[in-house]
C-alpha cells in the first residue's frame, strides 16, 4: 500500500526558511519521479517542485531561486528545503507521486509566512 507522510510545516516569519520531508512506502520510491504541490485557501492546488528518478528538477516560475526540491533514495524520503519565504507561500504543501497508474497523495502540512 503506497504511503506518503509529510512533515516539517509551521509558522515562519517572512524571508524565513523551511525544510519539508515526504516520508514513502509501499512502492520502490527510487524508480519514481516525486512531487511537491500546495494548495491556498481559495485557490487551485498547484505544482511546486518535481524530481524525476534521475534527479531532474523542476520548479513552478513562483518558486525558482528560493526553493530546492531534493530526494534520498536510501531513506524513501523527499524533501522541499523552501528560503526567502514570502506571505503568498503560504498553503497546505502536499507531496504526490503517480505509481502503478494511480495518483498518491500525502495529508498535507501547513505552511504559514506571517510576522
Known amino acids: 500500500q503506497v504511503q506518503l507522510v509529510e512533515s516539517g510545516g509551521g509558522l515562519v516569519q517572512p524571508g524565513g526558511s523551511l525544510r519539508l520531508s515526504c516520508a514513502a512506502s509501499g512502492f520502490t520510491f527510487s524508480m519514481y519521479a516525486m512531487d511537491w504541490y500546495r494548495q491556498a485557501p481559495g485557490k487551485q492546488r498547484e505544482l511546486v517542485a518535481v524530481i524525476s528518478s534521475g534527479d531532474s528538477t523542476n520548479y513552478a516560475d513562483s518558486v525558482k531561486g528560493r526553493f530546492t526540491i531534493s530526494r534520498d533514495n536510501a531513506k524513501n524520503t523527499v524533501y522541499l528545503q523552501m528560503s526567502s519565504l514570502k506571505p503568498e507561500d503560504t498553503a497546505v504543501y502536499y507531496c504526490?507521486?503517480?505509481?502503478?497508474?494511480?495518483?498518491?497523495w500525502g495529508q498535507g502540512t501547513q505552511v504559514t509566512v506571517s510576522s
Open positions: 504526490n507521486a503517480f505509481v502503478r497508474f494511480r495518483q498518491y
